[in-house]
């Protein structure tokens, strides 16, 4: 992920104006671990988009988490659009179909693959997110907080 | 509510965002809250609250032309976007992003709309198109392509003149200029956006801009009560008369960047730079062909807080403008990080006090 090189130079610029939904996007809602055959075999949060539209889910340009201080290895993302799956990586490459939109106010949940999920109770999440729009730089949105896990 | 006005109010569902990403009110919500606040008309992103975009069914269709229906209210424009930046290391070719245009000109008719809010190269007039190099929108060359599809759905390509610019820049020129000589010139004009005629900083933005990035709220409000005192002498503000004073106040470094973007905007009284007075803007009236009632804050007066509507709107009217005003609210993203943002109330305000402008009644709902 980090070889892939950036469309803009100045990629990470950031205005107050940019950060409209910045304090809302990583939600408290569904996040828990990931159940199958009776083991936990990952867990997942719900994020909301940091602009004021939706955007296909190509305009994406980078999620990062961090659970408890430790960073999320992207290869064990995945998030769900529009009721299909898709794996991280696969949504940054450019064959990735420009009709999929991540619909403004709607839940993409992010599953983490980890065997033994996440332990119930309270976790400190950082969220980076960024998105690509018409006109302006990309969007880098970050936002930390603490989240009870079922 | 209909009306046979010439100037017609309506609302970009836009100014309820929060209430939709919140999930406080859905697209339903929003077009009965803009009936309710006396709207004859309203706008809508596709992008934002037409959750099967971008293959809308005939099915949601007929439900939406039923809102219409049920709300006694009339789609207006649908707003148009220009993401060409679709993927990580490509942007979509000029083919590509015709296409997607398109894609928009017709969804507009679908829904009964009149026109789209064309996301245009120069929309921020030339200043800022020329500040952001890598960002090709869609150009006046682009539109040229658009306008046979548009006048085959009779829609209207609105070129919106957004602030620092105005509907006077000559950069507007070029894209009516293409439109006449292919004959086609009914099916583009200039959209104005109120946000070119602030005379002072709002006090959402001041606010905003201390919670959020660390001015210094005595520094802002010394710039407001400059800015207030030039526009009632009818002269511009030169930010280098007020500097002294907010030297002496004491300027942070994020003072020092608010001011160097923000602290230069003449305003309606600009003798140097008319391109954004009233009487510039009345001489454009008659061939203004939509218009972004842009707001963030109502004082309790029940005025807009940083702009003069009762000059603006009588500009309107004395030049002739037909068509619709539809209310921008841009107070929520200022005001949002602080607490629940009330867009209904000020949408609410905002056309109590455009109405009050008009000299229109207010409605009576049986």
């Known amino acids: 992920m980090g070889e892939t090189k950036k ?144 | 509510m209909k009306t046979d006005h010439d100037i017609k109010l309506g609302v970009s569902l836009y100014s309820y965002q929060d209430n939709y990403y919140f999930h406080r009110f859905d697209t339903e919500g929003c077009i009965a809250a803009a009936a309710d606040a006396g709207a004859e008309g309203f706008e809508i992103f596709s992008d934002a609250m037409i959750p099967e975009w971008p293959y809308v069914t005939d099915r949601w269709i007929d439900t939406f032309n039923g809102w219409k229906y049920r709300y006694n209210i009339e789609s207006v424009c649908l707003d148009h976007f220009s993401d060409r930046a679709m993927w990580h290391d490509r942007q979509l070719t000029d083919d590509e992003l015709y296409e997607r245009g398109v894609l928009y000109i017709k969804t507009a008719a679908r829904l009964g709309c009149k026109a789209i809010r064309v996301l245009h190269d120069n929309h921020m007039g030339a200043r800022v198109s020329n500040k952001f190099p890598p960002y090709r929108l869609t150009d006046a060359k682009m539109c040229g392509r658009l306008l046979p599809a548009a ?71 010394a710039l407001r009560e400059a800015q207030t005192k030039a526009y009632k002498e009818e002269r ?52 203004i062909k939509y218009v972004h009632g842009k707001f963030y804050y109502i004082d309790e007066d029940g005025e807009v807080d940083n702009m003069d509507y009762h000059k603006i709107l009588g500009a309107l009217k004395e030049g002739g403008y037909k068509g619709y005003i539809c209310s921008e609210f841009e107070g929520n993203r200022r005001m949002n990080d602080a607490g629940w943002c009330n867009e209904i109330e000020y949408v609410r305000k905002h056309h109590i006090l455009m109405r009050k402008c008009l000299g229109y009644p207010e409605p009576v709902f049986d």
């Open chain 1, 7 to 150: 469309v803009f130079e100045n990629s990470t610029h950031r205005t107050s104006t940019n950060s409209m939904y910045e304090p809302y996007m990583l939600t408290e809602s569904g996040c828990r671990s990931i159940w199958q055959a009776g083991h936990r075999t990952g867990y997942c949060v719900n994020l909301t988009i940091n602009y004021y539209r939706g955007l296909p889910l190509s305009c994406v340009d980078e999620i990062s988490l961090w659970v408890d201080g430790e960073p999320v290895d992207p290869e064990t993302m995945y998030v769900w659009c529009k009721d299909r799956e898709y794996h991280y990586p696969d949504i940054l490459k450019d064959t990735m179909a420009t009709d999929i939109y991540w619909g403004f106010g709607d839940y993409l949940k992010v599953t983490i693959m980890k065997k033994g999920g996440i332990d119930q109770g309270i976790h400190h999440v950082k969220l980076r997110l960024c998105t690509r729009r018409s006109y302006t730089p990309t969007m880098v949105s970050e936002w930390e907080k603490d989240i009870m896990f079922a």
């Open chain 2, 236 to 287: 511009a503000l030169d930010l280098e008369e007020v500097m002294p004073e907010l030297e002496k106040i004491g300027l942070s470094e994020a003072d020092r960047k608010f001011l160097s973007f923000h602290g230069r905007r003449s305003g309606p009284y600009d003798a140097k730079d008319t391109s954004h007075s009233y009487e510039t803007l009345k001489q454009f009236a008659s061939s």
């Open chain 2, 151 to 221: 006048a085959e759905h009779n829609i209207l390509l609105a070129l919106e003149c957004h602030a620092p610019g105005s509907v006077a820049d000559p950069c507007q020129q070029e894209y009516l200029e293409i439109a006449d000589k292919m004959g086609l010139g009914e099916f583009i004009g200039l959209q104005a956006d109120f946000s070119s005629y602030e005379y002072r900083l709002s006090m959402a933005d001041i606010q905003g801009q201390v919670r959020n990035e660390g001015c210094t709220e005595e520094v802002l409000l």
